[in-house]
């Protein structure tokens, strides 16, 4: 980045975006899965995930709780989209087909309901196939007054 | 091992100890976080996992979904424990208390009811302190016919 | 009905159509709460229902227990439309608006999979202002060999 | 009631069983599946129900939503106990074994978790063999400042 183009990151990128990319910044665990964000919207999110060997379970399927890692950080970047930190107090998973190495899952979240300090979210994961691996259901709760960037270090992201 | 000491491991273990044994030796996802059987039991495992820093989610707390990756393998090796072939359908996770790295989480999955092909299990995950962190329900469906360990290799266990 | 009208029900109704009918018409809760079938097809049926004084708990709005057999009937029509006796394993439900005495409710059940033994179904239900008043997940059982309407019964319906 | 016999019903009943006693006393639906309160403490509260046929499917079991009100029923009373107003957010129900006409049904709801605005409950349904019926986990929601019985009421009751 020269001094001629200024870094407009900033203005660019939505709050959505902005609060995803910092979260899954500090998120291990999710990046050691290899997951990407491919949408960040309010309310909304996309992540991507290649199933590799370490994944797998016992039967050679991907393990459930990875298909639950994943939902599970899609539903965390829409819950705390708007910034207000949220977080899940629970989760429903059906799994509907397995998932095996080398499947791409895709992970979509919606928010469905926002009430009070409660949200409802619903997150879809596909496989490269568009077969339904998993329908998920999360609740959340969001705590007052505290936030995942912070008004001095937003600027900064 | 000397001569005289003959491999009796075959006669010592039980059924559900010979199952859980193998399916955690088949489990790269549940050896990758370190998971250790304590006991197997028919309907019925505890599973041990200390939470190390790739455990984490970008608030710096353990994952959602790996505590529900130790319930999720506490509960497969429970209701496959009578080496007939069982798949997770749903579970329904309720997150109590935030584990931290170095938390030492401890998973008893225990059978509820089994009727017809449906199995029910209950898993409790607490931390060091006793603390509940997480209730889990899953539910079980057994396959037709279908075997963990195979009739000519469970004596090659 | 005159001799010249001969009475084609049979041939007019299809088999979820006759199978919601009858499992309706031996369903004296679901009577007792008003339910109407509006639409009954393969794994899908549509039930409304009005409030009621009857219907209210202690805080003045319909008991969640009354939503719940709104929901709970809809999936069992659903779930059993093959004419194949289904029950139902376990239901999971989200409450996201009161409804009050007097709302129409209108509840629609969905099969999202059906795989060896094994339905899921979600059901909504809203009220008159397509305000959604609760999100149900329905999980079901086929039963080996049994019917809902018996062959020489169904000619009868 | 004599003169002589001053009404201490105010000081014999505790909180949890003024709040339980007004809240049925409100409560159409409990009331007309003839509910009763068997013990109210804080955090917890048992119901009976006896099952007669107006509560019965198209199977002649009890349908789902009348065992689903019980429990919700026990759930309510449990998670309003200390007088500050509660709401249901979501319930998830296991079916374990059916109840037919006659039998005599216990719910029993204890609090698992209160934390901030959130609490935690399972319910378990039994019949008179001490058989499970149902597992239920309930999700509650406290409203800020609102609460069951208001001061000046709490008195009379």
Redesign the interface.
């Known amino acids: 980045m020269t001094p001629d183009e200024p870094d407009d990151n900033l203005y660019r990128n939505s709050l959505p975006e902005q609060v995803a990319a910092?979260?899954?910044?500090?998120?291990?665990?999710?990046q050691?899965l290899n997951m990407v964000i491919t949408t960040a919207k309010l309310g909304y999110s996309v992540l991507e995930m290649k199933v590799d060997?370490?994944?797998?379970?016992?039967?050679?399927i991907c393990?459930?709780?990875?298909i639950?890692?994943?939902?599970?950080?899609a539903f965390?970047f829409a819950c705390n989209s708007r910034n207000e930190?949220s977080?899940?107090?629970?989760?429903?998973?059906?799994?509907?087909n397995s998932a095996v190495k080398n499947d791409l899952l895709v992970a979509t979240a919606r928010e469905?309901?926002l009430?009070?300090?409660?949200g409802?979210y619903e997150v879809q994961v596909v496989n490269q196939r568009n077969e339904?691996v998993a329908?998920v259901?999360g609740?959340s709760?969001k705590?007052q007054g505290r936030y995942?960037i912070q008004e001095d270090r937003q600027v900064e992201v």
Chains 1, 2, 3, 4 share one sequence.
């Open positions: 910092y979260m899954l910044g500090n998120d291990l665990l999710s050691s060997a370490r994944m797998l379970n016992g039967f050679g393990h459930g709780g990875v639950t890692a994943l939902a599970d950080s965390a930190l977080v899940a107090s629970s989760i429903s998973i059906e799994f509907l469905v309901m009430k009070n300090r409660l409802l339904i329908l259901t609740r709760y705590l995942v």
